[in-house]
């Protein structure tokens, strides 16, 4: 056990900086994503909702597509298959094989999200089908524009029905990060597979030690998404039992 908490120190000597930032970037990359998905399926939802076919003909392919995918293989074709584009793309400017790279970090971002986006599209809709048809009439009677309806007096209860099925995919994509790691994107699942390359003797010390990192910072987020519950079920009048 003492020879575990030597490896654990900081500086060259330990672990400990690496796995710092390791579990840093992990959740740079999760915030990072967020607000890219969220924005995908709020559009994907959006366009379900809309009564177009074709609109919502594409978000139910977009939808079924990335939701059968596993998101190891979403991430593995982004990268790839992002570089093999762009250099097929720049080949005209730079010259034949460019072999222009995509950053990992990127392409785990612009993978995560889209899976991302076709979960939290379901949650959206789901939300956006439990407010009242009636409130939008109203709203349109009262002379706001569809853009106002929507920010003023839809899109609030929309963040409020729709954020416990958010934190939910909140707290999935932060133990999707972990699937970057395949790419080289030097995260806290990467950083625990280097270490117990390097000591094997420590290989269930290590990657217990990166359960707990990556329990407490679920559990931070569960704390953050219940204050963000009770703060926007404030001002609503509950029956009493």
Not at 176 to 195: C, F, G, N, P, Q
């Amino acid at each position: 056990m003492d020879q575990f908490l030597s490896l654990l120190q900081w500086g060259d000597k330990g672990w400990s900086d690496e796995i710092f930032r390791g579990a840093c970037l992990t959740l740079a990359l999760a915030v990072c994503t967020l607000p890219f998905g969220l924005l995908i399926g709020l559009v994907m939802a959006l366009a379900r909702a809309s009564g177009n076919w074709l609109a919502g003909a594409a978000s139910n392919l977009y939808t079924t597509l990335f939701r059968s995918l596993p998101e190891l293989l979403t991430i593995l074709i982004v990268y790839y298959g992002g570089q093999s584009l762009l250099n097929r793309l720049l080949t005209p400017v730079l010259g034949e094989n460019p072999n222009v790279q995509v950053n990992s970090f990127v392409a785990g971002m612009v993978a995560l999200g889209l899976v991302l986006g076709a979960f939290s599209g379901e949650v959206w809709l789901g939300a956006l089908r439990a407010i009242p048809r009636g409130q939008r009439e109203s709203a349109y009677a009262l002379g706001l524009s569809r853009a106002k309806c929507f920010r003023l007096v839809v899109f609030p209860q929309l963040v409020r029905l729709a954020l416990p099925g958010l934190g939910n995919n909140w707290m999935i994509l932060l133990k999707d990060t972990s699937l970057v790691s395949v790419i080289a994107l030097r995260d806290l699942m990467y950083i625990s597979k280097t270490a117990v390359i390097a000591n094997p003797s420590y290989s269930f010390q290590f990657y217990l030690l990166c359960c707990v990192v990556y329990l407490l910072m679920a559990l931070a987020s569960g704390q953050a998404i219940k204050w963000l519950e009770m703060r926007g079920d404030r001002g609503l009048v509950r029956a009493r039992a």
